[in-house]
């Protein structure tokens, strides 16, 4: 399995806008069903987004977030609008081999994580 590197996580303020990227020196990486998911302080980690040929949304994250992936460059992107403080976390990218995976146990292999704060 290759190396998963997230970056573009930062401070910003309530109502701005992030876009995190997610480098996998993988060069298989277009076979992978490839999520998000991010975990806010003494709270479990959670399922955000996910995109295999269809994309998929946690409910807190519809309509504000939005997944892409370009494979010709092994990168996975999380574009996030209108944040709330209630994103604060740190924020993990993830590939599975199952199709509309959203669970943790299903996927096989993880970044290290991006902090993403939102102030009030």
């Known amino acids: 399995q290759g190396q998963l590197v997230e970056s573009g996580g930062g401070l910003v303020q309530a109502g701005d806008s992030l876009r995190l990227s997610c480098a996998a020196s993988?060069?298989?990486?277009?076979?992978?069903?490839m999520a998000w998911f991010r975990q806010a302080p003494g709270k479990e980690r959670e399922f955000v987004a996910g995109?295999?040929?269809?994309?998929y949304y946690a409910d807190s994250v519809k309509g504000r977030f939005t997944i892409s992936r370009d494979n010709s460059k092994n990168t996975l992107y999380l574009q996030m609008n209108s944040l709330k403080p209630e994103d604060t976390a740190v924020y993990y990218c993830?590939?599975?081999?199952?199709?509309?995976?959203?669970?943790?146990?299903?996927?096989?292999?993880w970044g290290q994580g991006t902090q993403v704060t939102v102030s009030s």
């Open positions: 995109i295999s040929g269809d994309t």
């Open positions: 993830a590939a599975s081999v199952r199709f509309g995976a959203t669970v943790t146990g299903d996927f096989i292999n």
């Open positions: 993988e060069r298989t990486f277009s076979r992978y069903v």
